[in-house]
């Protein structure tokens, strides 16, 4: 029976810094679909040339395609007990043709980090990145002592362009339109457990590490 533990929630919820501790926490590999579009575009698979093909044509990336990769590396030897998957899926299409090819004894908990729109919006909007060492500093909770200057290494700190209001409120809508509804899916087959992300970043891992296995004989999704 592998452990399958599904990080869900909006951009800029958190995710990708959770992932990471809580994947060395449970012990479970980190499989996350960015990473793997980008080894495989590096690696100049066909799976990652199939992939470019269309990302170059600023189109999204078919389920199919996806799904392949995620299932290349779930077959791996070092998911066989399970893993922490992040990313994906992004739609109901998605899960459930993750769903249709997934082990039937596997054990899935879906951990849903909520945090309200204007939050999320304030966290991101506030991001200034320095150009010359990629530091990040925030406006409101991680001011640089000089403004303007990152405290790293001097360089001058810049607002990328996925920061700004208009890149950033077009991709929450898209999540709020096409990936939210995967809550619904989820709940109908018992695997979500919500976790409120709007806390410190410390007291919300703790709760992802103590719902991440809440008992076992739950459903699968
Ligand atoms: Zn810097």
């Known amino acids: 029976m592998a452990r399958v533990v599904i990080l869900f929630g909006p951009p800029g919820a958190g995710k990708g810094t959770q992932a990471s501790r809580l994947s060395a926490a449970l012990g479970l590999p980190h499989v996350s679909t960015g990473d793997l579009f980008r080894e495989h575009g590096a690696k100049g698979t066909p799976l990652g040339q199939a992939a470019q093909k269309f990302m170059?044509?600023?189109?999204?990336?078919?389920?199919?395609?996806?799904?392949?990769?995620?299932?290349?590396?779930?077959?791996k030897a070092d998911c066989k007990a399970g893993y922490l998957l992040d990313g994906f899926p992004r739609t109901v299409p998605q899960a459930e043709a993750r769903a249709a090819r997934l082990a039937k004894t596997d054990h899935v908990s879906v951990l849903n980090l909520q945090v309200p729109d204007a939050v999320l919006l304030e966290r991101i909007t506030g991001r200034r990145s320095c150009k010359a060492c990629?530091?990040?500093?925030?406006?409101?909770?991680?001011?640089?002592?000089?403004?303007?200057?990152?405290?790293?290494?001097?360089?001058?700190?810049?607002?990328?362009?996925?920061?700004?209001?208009?890149?950033?409120?077009?991709?929450?809508?898209v999540y709020r339109q096409q990936t939210q509804p995967l809550e619904g899916w989820y709940a109908r087959a018992g695997t979500l457990v919500d976790v409120d992300g709007n806390r410190a970043p410390e007291v919300v891992f703790e709760e992802l590490r103590s719902?991440?296995?809440?008992?076992?004989?739950?459903?699968r999704a």
């Open 56 to 75: 170059d044509a600023g189109q999204l990336v078919p389920d199919a395609v996806v799904l392949d990769m995620l299932f290349d590396r779930t077959s």
């Open 211 to 219: 719902k991440a296995f809440p008992e076992p004989s739950k459903g």
């Open 134 to 173: 990629s530091n990040v500093h925030h406006l409101r909770t991680a001011p640089p002592k000089t403004a303007g200057r990152c405290d790293k290494c001097g360089g001058e700190l810049v607002q990328r362009s996925d920061d700004t209001t208009k890149v950033f409120g077009d991709r929450l809508a």
